[in-house]
């Protein structure tokens, strides 16, 4: 059974508890539905992994809210602490080395010895955590390639009955995509995976910083190339609309789709279209499956700014399963 609890101070001390237990609740942050419980819990880090069917060598983000947390069992680097005054609370994770000396659950880092931090900007998120004062590992509330979940029926949709509970909070996913990796114990710094923060705006605090392509040496272990994605095809760059297909686009334009059609952003913002991706593409991948239609076409997102972290999603998404 999954339990549904209300934000109330009441149940903020339920949810706080049940993950002492080793219960693992889903809980909104600005970025998508986590799905967290204790990262020192061999035994719910494990339950994570079964409820998500994620493979074992993708580690996990942990959350915490504050950095004294994290002293407990990472090295906060200069770079790191820079990154940490400029982006949080936020939709930035940063790699620390581990210590050598700490209690978090082996499985959490996959056996590495970095480990992958956030500290979401997120109210409800950051009173469960000081109430638990334990780090949460949370990878996002939903099966493992599926689409990413912004409000509590979405991660209904995949795991109904697999987790513990819910901590509604809808309209709470403001950024709406999975948010910015950066790791911060190479030379120089790498961004693993595009997301809520720009490339741009952590330039202007490191300007050393790169981004990883799919290609370069250095990988995010587990950023797999199909991700994201939903239960039906997915053509991207659109110009035109099959017969069979229903439409998501973005900004000004005179396609549409006979069947049903959904606008990012109609007057082209990419913050907007980022907090709109993944609602979109679930309402639209329920449609497809309910008129048994062919798929998804998403017209061109410029690649710039923000349009490139929802440009990788949509590259994932699209990606055919092997
Ligand atoms: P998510 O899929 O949103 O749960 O994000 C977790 C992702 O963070 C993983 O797929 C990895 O790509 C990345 N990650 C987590 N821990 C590490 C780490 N220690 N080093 C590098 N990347 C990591
Ligand atoms: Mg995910």
């Known amino acids: 059974m999954t339990k549904l609890y209300k934000k109330t101070k009441n149940e903020i001390a339920e949810v706080a508890n049940a993950l002492k237990e080793g219960d693992i609740i889903a809980i909104a942050t600005e970025t998508v539905y986590g799905l967290a419980g204790d990262a020192t819990n061999e035994s719910a880090v494990h339950k994570i992994y079964a409820a998500k069917q994620r493979p074992a060598v993708n580690p996990l983000i942990v959350h915490v809210s504050s950095t004294k947390q994290i002293e407990r069992f990472a090295v906060i680097n200069e770079t790191a602490q820079k990154l940490m005054d400029a982006f949080w609370p936020g939709a930035l994770t940063i790699i620390l080395d581990l210590k050598n000396s700490h209690s978090i659950a082996p499985s959490v880092t996959a056996g590495l010895k970095t480990i992958a931090v956030r500290m979401p900007n997120h109210e409800t998120f950051l009173a469960v955590s000081k109430t638990l004062d334990k780090p949460l590992a949370a990878p996002s509330a939903n099966l493992s390639e599926h689409l990413s979940p912004t409000c509590s029926t979405h991660v209904l949709k995949t795991l109904n009955g697999k987790i513990d509970g819910i901590l509604e909070d809808d309209d709470a996913c403001l950024v709406g995509i999975e948010s910015t990796i950066i790791d911060t114990t190479v030379s120089p710094p790498a961004i693993l995976r595009p997301g809520g923060i720009t490339q741009e705006e952590i330039k202007?605090?490191?300007?050393?910083?790169?981004?990883?392509?799919?290609?370069?040496?250095?990988?995010?272990?587990?950023?797999?190339?199909?991700?994201?994605?939903?239960?039906?095809?997915?053509?991207?760059?659109?110009?035109?609309?099959?017969?069979?297909?229903?439409?998501?686009?973005?900004?000004?334009?005179?396609?549409?789709?006979?069947?049903?059609?959904?606008?990012?952003?109609?007057?082209?913002?990419?913050?907007?279209?980022?907090?709109?991706?993944?609602?979109?593409?679930?309402?639209?991948?329920?449609?497809?499956?309910?008129?048994?239609?062919?798929?998804?076409?998403?017209?061109?997102?410029?690649?710039?700014?923000?349009?490139?972290?929802?440009?990788?999603?949509?590259?994932?998404?699209?990606?055919?399963?092997?």
Do not use: W
């Open 204 to 322: 202007n605090i490191l300007p050393t910083i790169h981004h990883c392509s799919d290609d370069t040496a250095i990988k995010a272990p587990g950023q797999m190339k199909r991700h994201y994605s939903p239960q039906c095809s997915l053509r991207t760059n659109a110009t035109s609309i099959d017969a069979d297909e229903v439409l998501l686009c973005f900004g000004k334009t005179s396609l549409t789709s006979k069947h049903k059609t959904l606008n990012l952003s109609k007057r082209g913002d990419l913050k907007e279209a980022m907090h709109n991706l993944f609602d979109a593409l679930h309402v639209l991948e329920d449609f497809v499956e309910k008129k048994n239609l062919k798929g998804i076409a998403i017209t061109p997102i410029p690649d710039i700014g923000l349009g490139k972290s929802i440009n990788d999603r949509l590259r994932r998404a699209e990606n055919i399963k092997e």
